[in-house]
Every structure is written in structure tokens, then in C-alpha cells.
């Protein structure tokens, strides 16, 4: 599956990700990556939503998916930037490689 960050807000840490894939799987796939990475538990914080968190998550993130906005992850503090895009990057490789 391909991942590629299109964009980065630089006001609230939006991380916008362009997808191959349908709807909100790929960001359930790559929260899942994350979170089995950690060792961590993967949950939707609001039912019916597609938003994921990571129980423990250092970063606090939020991966989501919607309509509007479509695939994202979002920053709990923009000093983490460099380091999630990194995280995220490994994952996009691996995912890709796992496909």
C-alpha cells in the first residue's frame, strides 16, 4: 500500500497522508503498525469513529480519517514533528513492503 505525507500544518500539526487505499483503512493499518511496534493496545477513542490512539502513545497521536479532510495524523505538540515524521516514514516502508 502507498503512504506519502502530502502536507504538514505548521499552525496545528495536521501531518495529511496520501493513500492508496480505501476509505479508513490505511490508517487503522498503519496505527495498528505503530501500536504492535510498541507493544501498545490500539483504540477508537469516540465509537464509530475513524480516529485510532495508542494507549501509552509518547506523542500522544491521533490517526483519523475523513470525508472532509481525508487521511491524517494529527500532533499533540508540533516539537515532536521530526521525530513522528520519521515514525511515520519507517512505517509507510514497511507497510509497503508488507503488501
Known sequence: ???KIQMITQEDGWIVI???????????LLAKSIADE???????????DAQFM???DPYKLLFQ?????G??????????KDEVVAL????FQKLKQSS
Open 88 to 91: 511515520l516514514e519507517r512505517h
Open 71 to 80: 487521511t491524517c495524523v494529527i500532533l499533540d505538540k508540533l516539537e515532536d
Open 1 to 3: 500500500m502507498l503512504y
Open 65 to 69: 480519517y475523513d470525508d472532509l479532510f
Open 54 to 56: 495508542i494507549k501509552g
Open 18 to 28: 496520501e493513500t492508496s487505499g480505501w476509505g479508513s483503512e490505511p490508517i487503522r
Open 38 to 48: 510498541m507493544g501498545k493496545e490500539l483504540f477508537q477513542p469516540y465509537e464509530g
